[in-house]
């Protein structure tokens, strides 16, 4: 992410940019509190590696990258209330002294906690939901300067729309977290036959805690990975050289120059990706380097079609002989009960597809897109869609209490861009 009160604001890969008129970052909550007041519309920004215009706004930007305290911990429950700026990266260190973990994680850990939990971000397992279902209770900043606490028992309807709210209610200053004690994960990477791969996908979610495929929709072979609970020693993972995130980068760069080159290069998996099994604490093993900029569109397809939605898309791909090195990414995740969770009452399959960066994702998410749609998938906050407020509606049986609540909460809509005045100004 860029972020500089001279040159603007980038979100990671550079396809988002805005102009800010100020660039903040408070000191305390004082000071934060005091911003708020000051300013008429706002955006919070965390890490920017949301792909939609979540945190574009040629207003007042502010960052609580200052905002990275343990505030509390507690023993008996295991929980803890963290500053809400706290970069995931850094998580894993601040709760080893409390033998503290959190319960599930994706592979990219660069966001701030506050960025995650409000866009629904998540790993994978099918017992396992996303990390904002884990939240406890938060402490919101609203617009008009007053702080809340919101719990299952405190402001519980602010509770259920502000786990994943995409900082459209106010700030989220503190997050509780539910966690668990600290845990070390065994990493196996595999190659496998893509088709039976496939058909076997629901009997593998149910053995392993956490599974996920990459699909290289012009090969028959895909990159099966788990994660398990072990006992093990620490066996760290080691980078080949040259590691597979260059080999990605090189392939990209290939690909988008000389086309008919991708299958090929798709074809050198085999070559390059041999079995590896490590061994260590889940905070240092659930990410993985993820250097190669790209541009990302995800949905949640409802469990039961998720692999027949999935087959589509790969089918698409060779149809349309679609020019993107990137593996199609399938894992699974549990439901929850937060309103606008892309995960809400419905266990799902995510299914994500890439491009590189240097490249416009508008050709292969224009025809992907309308496949997830065809199966009933939400998409995720973060990643790129072009769903309409009508469109979503139908898809969130709770939308229109989510805008009652953003209307009662922020009435002035001083923490809405254009973006999200667009998804949200009007109840249907």
């Known amino acids: 992410m860029n972020l500089n009160p001279d040159h603007g604001w980038s979100n990671w890969s550079g396809y988002c940019q805005s102009q800010p008129k100020k660039i903040v970052t408070p000191n305390d909550l004082e000071q934060l509190q005091t911003m708020v007041a000051e300013h008429e519309k706002i955006r919070v920004v965390g890490a920017g590696h949301s792909f939609t215009p979540l945190v ?11 905002f ?41 850990d660069q966001q701030s906690l506050a960025g995650a939990i409000s866009t629904g971000t998540h790993g994978t397992g099918a017992d396992l939901q996303c990390l904002s279902a884990y939240v406890e209770g938060f402490e919101l900043l609203k617009a008009n300067g007053e702080l809340i606490q919101c719990s299952r028992n405190e402001n519980i309807d602010i509770f259920h729309a502000g786990r994943v709210a995409l900082g459209s209610l106010g700030i989220l200053t503190k997050i509780t977290m539910q966690n668990r004690a600290k845990y070390k994960l065994k990493e196996r990477i595999q190659l496998a036959p893509v088709q039976e791969s496939l058909d076997q996908f ?22 099966l990975k788990t994660l398990d609970l072990t006992e093990d020693e620490i ?47 889940s905070s240092e093993i659930f ?9 990302e569109m995800e949905y949640q397809i409802p469990i039961e079609h998720g692999i027949e939605c999935v087959k589509e898309v790969i089918a698409t791909f060779k149809k349309f002989k679609i020019n993107s090195f990137f593996p199609i990414e399938l894992r699974v995740v549990k439901g929850d009960d937060i309103w606008l969770s892309p995960f809400y009452q419905q266990d799902s399959i995510s299914i994500s597809v890439h491009q590189y960066f240097k490249q416009s994702p508008r050709k292969v998410f224009d025809l992907i897109e309308p ?50 005045e667009h998804l949200m100004m009007a109840k249907i």
Not at 287 to 295: H, L, V, Y
């Open 235 to 281: 066996r760290p993972r080691v980078e080949s050289k040259p590691s597979e995130d260059q080999l990605l980068k090189w392939c990209c760069e290939i690909s988008q120059k000389m086309p008919f080159l991708t299958g090929y290069l798709q074809n050198l998996v085999g070559v390059f990706v041999k079995p590896t099994e490590f061994v260590n604490w």
């Open 287 to 295: 990410a993985s380097p993820r250097d190669t900029k790209f541009n």
């Open 371 to 420: 496949i997830f749609q065809k199966y009933h998938g939400r998409p995720h906050w973060a990643k790129m869609h072009q769903l309409n407020q009508r469109q979503l509606k139908a898809l969130y049986p709770k939308w229109n209490d989510f805008i009652e609540i953003g209307a009662a909460v922020d009435p002035q809509k001083k923490f809405l861009n254009p973006y999200l």
């Open 202 to 223: 629901t009997a593998l979610m149910k053995t392993h805690r956490h599974l996920e495929y990459f699909i290289f929709p012009y090969t028959n072979q895909l990159m």
């Open 68 to 108: 990275s305290n343990v505030h509390h911990v507690d023993q008996t429950t295991c929980q803890s209330t963290l500053g809400a700026g706290i970069r995931l990266y850094d998580l894993g260190a601040y709760l080893q002294p409390y033998d503290q973990a959190l319960i599930n994680q994706g592979d990219i």
């Open 56 to 66: 574009q706004t040629n207003e007042t930007l502010i960052s609580l990258d200052r």
